[in-house]
């Protein structure tokens, strides 16, 4: 079980790694855009990562290289909501392929992923931190050598305790 601590730090068996979270912390997720990592149990679900960036990844996790073309859909109106897609300018979306690094490799945590409701959050990951661990929009950020070691650890059926 990997354990997020409200203080800013992820632990796994004898690891501790400081972590930035959402801009309004950790609690009960309301709605899109309320920047609160969600509080509970998720699995993980699997991995996105930017092969130019990422050379090789060791983990049990099913892992998917990142292509250019690829969104995560945050439209609440979108039949897609929470879901990996094709960019489509007609559906708002996140961009996987960016030109920072923080998405360079993404682990999908199992929230509002089973029997999605639209509005109540999509894309929480555990994702690359920038430079300062800023805030995020709800997401786990980690640096980016301390997720790849992370991945490496867990097994298929670890899990992520929020809170």
């Given at each position: 079980m990997i354990?997020?601590?409200?203080?800013?730090?992820?632990i796994y068996k004898n690891f501790t790694f400081k972590c930035a979270l959402g801009k309004n912390g950790i609690g009960q997720k309301r709605k899109e855009g309320d920047f609160i990592t969600p509080k509970g149990k998720y699995k993980l679900i699997k991995i996105y990562y930017r092969p130019d960036r990422i050379k090789k990844i060791n983990s049990q996790l099913k892992k998917i290289k990142i292509k250019k073309d690829m969104g995560w859909c945050d439209d609440v109106r979108s039949k897609f909501y929470n879901k990996q897609i094709k960019i489509n300018k007609k559906i708002n979306h996140e961009k996987l392929y960016r030109k920072d690094?923080?998405?360079?490799?993404?682990?999908?945590?199992?929230?509002n992923?089973?029997?999605?409701?639209?509005?109540?959050?999509?894309?929480?990951?555990?994702?690359?931190?920038?430079?300062?661990?800023?805030?995020?929009?709800?997401?786990?950020?980690?640096?980016?050598?301390?997720?790849?070691?992370?991945?490496?650890?867990?097994?298929?059926?670890?899990?992520?305790?929020?809170?």
């Amino acid at each position: 079980m990997i354990i997020v601590k409200k203080s800013g730090y992820l632990i796994y068996k004898n690891f501790t790694f400081k972590c930035a979270l959402g801009k309004n912390g950790i609690g009960q997720k309301r709605k899109e855009g309320d920047f609160i990592t969600p509080k509970g149990k998720y699995k993980l679900i699997k991995i996105y990562y930017r092969p130019d960036r990422i050379k090789k990844i060791n983990s049990q996790l099913k892992k998917i290289k990142i292509k250019k073309d690829m969104g995560w859909c945050d439209d609440v109106r979108s039949k897609f909501y929470n879901k990996q897609i094709k960019i489509n300018k007609k559906i708002n979306h996140e961009k996987l392929y960016r030109k920072d690094n923080v998405y360079d490799i993404i682990v999908v945590l199992g929230y509002n992923l089973n029997s999605i409701i639209k509005g109540k959050g999509s894309a929480i990951f555990l994702h690359v931190a920038k430079k300062n661990y800023n805030k995020t929009q709800g997401c786990i950020a980690l640096k980016k050598n301390e997720l790849l070691n992370l991945v490496s650890k867990i097994k298929k059926n670890t899990q992520i305790k929020i809170g």
